[in-house]
């Protein structure tokens, strides 16, 4: 290091640390979220959600996907480190699309999952009779209560943003994207 500050010195170069450019890159990022959340158009803006789990033999995880004023898109991909059913898996989605949500602000909400247990659990038309599922639906039931408006619909046909994250949580790690 000395052999180049003296063979650098002649040539009247000088070090000088760039600093610390992520923190600062995540800090624009979060201070342009906050303003796309707070530029809501009216409060009676509708966010939407979508969520869907997916699995294979080696991984599973889920994918979520919140669509909020202004264009603003978030997409997430979780990893599961536990094994999961199926149903547990997109109970684990909506939850996780149901906090982001309720953190950007939120205070409508439409969900949309393409699994028919859990839209008919949440929307009262199935019961839940395993524990776990029992736990899961308590949780998003106490979780809807935080919304002004929520609803849980199940598309007839899937979603072609559901498509996409059919298979993001097995093939790609990204973390997110904002648009």
């Not at 909020?68 to 059913?85: M, N, R, W």
């Not at 999952?113 to 009262?124: A, I, K, N, R």
């Not at 619909?153 to 298979?167: A, G, I, W, Y």
Request: hydrophobic share 40%.
């Amino acid at each position: 290091m000395v052999r180049w500050a003296v063979e650098l010195s002649e040539f009247d170069v000088q070090y000088e640390p760039r600093g610390p450019i992520k923190g600062q890159v995540y800090a624009d990022f979060i201070v342009e979220i906050s303003l796309a959340a707070t530029h809501q158009e009216g409060a009676g803006f509708i966010w939407v959600l979508s969520v869907d789990g997916s699995s294979n033999q080696q991984v599973s995880g889920a994918g979520v996907i919140l669509e909020g004023p202004d264009g603003l898109l978030i997409e997430q991909v979780l990893q599961f480190a536990f094994k999961v059913s199926n149903n547990q898996k997109e109970y684990e989605a909506l939850i996780a699309g149901m906090l982001l949500a309720k953190k950007m602000g939120a205070e409508g909400l439409l969900a949309k999952s393409d699994s028919l247990l859990v839209t008919g659990q949440v929307t009262g038309e199935y019961q839940a009779k395993d524990p776990q599922m029992t736990a899961y639906l308590e949780y998003v039931q106490v979780m809807k209560e935080t919304f002004e408006v929520f609803e849980l619909v199940h598309p007839e046909n899937k979603m072609p943003e559901q498509t996409c994250l059919q298979s993001s949580p097995i093939q790609s790690r990204g973390a997110g994207r904002e648009q």
